[in-house]
């Protein structure tokens, strides 16, 4: 074989095993109406919290991010192992009982066949139309994990980050500068409690002064609002609740909320200042790279075929030896 076909075929080989294990169609057999259910509980979530789409994806970032999607974060009760919901990264998370909703209403139409990870994956994708954003094409086939990893969740992307360590976590998991700055883009909806940034309203790092990247006007406005550590605040303060470009041209006007979100823009000769710029240019450049990035994002490390599980209750592994698992709640 010549090098260049012996070059091809390791491509086409590289392409077929990271990508080709989850596909569109897996439950059109066993659980055709999926979308459909997913979707109606999602909007329905969102009814009753308008919170509920971002707490959903939220979830599904802090899931891939840890061994994969893979429903890890989900575990109440890994056995043997410590739970990723008491890792640093996931205190306070919210939003678990949508989950199991979406769950119980998946469970009555296909009992035993969809995962939590690949729910997860469908009810990001519902969260952020339903919301007014782009829509794409879920993949699916994940299966769900035995086990927890809390040491994974305790380094998850931390908002006190510089961009050099943001870019190495996005990279350890297989995603680039332009990922990062996309699927950072989901902060154009949903809250940040204020212990996450009030350390840039007065004295950042020590040095007795605001965050110099930090609007003098929004920094007054964060201060109000502030009336705990607690206290959640709007990620985005012109539309908080729709699923749009302003996360962008907010940190291009210095009103980017965490610090971990404000480095994108403000990392002088970073490459992430330019599609920073880019994706607060047009709309549709951020919709079109955010699909993409989510895609890519929900392909990490899945388990497939005969690997983990399909648990019945997304909290909980099934039982050794049961058929049946937990029920749902
Ligand atoms: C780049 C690294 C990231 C860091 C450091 C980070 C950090 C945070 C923090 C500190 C909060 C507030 C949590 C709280 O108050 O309980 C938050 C919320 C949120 N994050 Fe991120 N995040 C990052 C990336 C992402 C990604 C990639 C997504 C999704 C694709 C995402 C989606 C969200 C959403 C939607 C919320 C609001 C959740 C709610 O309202 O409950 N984040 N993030």
Redesign the pocket.
């Known amino acids: 074989m010549g090098s260049f076909s012996f070059f091809l075929s390791f491509l086409c080989v590289f392409f077929v095993t990271s990508y080709a294990q989850l596909t569109e169609n897996f439950y059109d057999q066993t659980c055709p109406r999926l979308p459909n259910i997913v979707r109606r509980e999602v909007k329905r979530a969102i009814e009753t919290d308008i919170?509920a789409?971002?707490?959903l994806?939220?979830f599904?970032?802090h899931d891939c991010f840890v061994q994969g999607c893979d429903g890890s974060v989900l575990l109440e009760d890994p056995p043997g192992f410590e739970t990723e919901l008491n890792g640093l990264g996931n205190?306070?998370?919210?939003?678990i009982e949508i989950i199991d909703a979406i769950k119980a209403a998946v469970e009555i139409e296909c009992p035993g066949v969809v995962s939590c990870a690949d729910i997860l994956a469908q009810a990001?994708k519902d969260s952020v139309d339903v919301q007014g954003g782009p829509s794409w094409r879920v993949l699916y086939g994940r299966r769900d994990s035995r086990t927890a990893n809390k040491t994974g969740a305790d380094n998850?992307?931390?908002?006190f980050?510089n961009l050099d360590p943001?870019v190495k976590?996005?990279a350890d998991v297989g995603l680039n500068e332009t990922d990062?700055v996309a699927?950072?883009g989901?902060?154009t909806?949903?809250?940040?409690?204020c212990?996450?940034f009030s350390g840039r309203l007065s004295n950042f790092s020590g040095s007795g002064q605001p965050d110099p990247t930090l609007d003098p006007t929004y920094r007054q406005e964060l201060l109000s609002a502030c009336t705990s550590q607690d206290t959640?605040v709007n990620?985005d303060p012109t539309t908080p609740d729709k699923f749009d470009k302003n996360y962008f041209t907010n940190l291009r006007a210095n009103k980017g909320l965490?610090q971990?979100?404000q480095v994108l823009h403000s990392t002088q000769g970073a490459k992430t200042v330019e599609i920073v710029r880019l994706m607060a240019l047009k709309q549709e450049t951020f919709f079109r790279q955010f699909r993409l990035s989510?895609i890519k994002?929900g392909n990490i490390k899945p388990l497939t075929g005969s690997q983990g599980e399909i648990r019945r209750n997304c909290r909980r592994v099934n039982d050794l030896g049961s058929e049946t698992g937990h029920d749902v709640m």
């Open positions: 919170r789409g971002a707490k994806i939220r599904h970032f205190l306070g998370i919210q939003g990001s998850l992307p931390s908002p980050e943001l976590k996005f990062l699927l950072s989901a902060h909806f949903g809250r940040s409690r212990v996450f959640r990620f965490l971990s979100d989510m994002m």
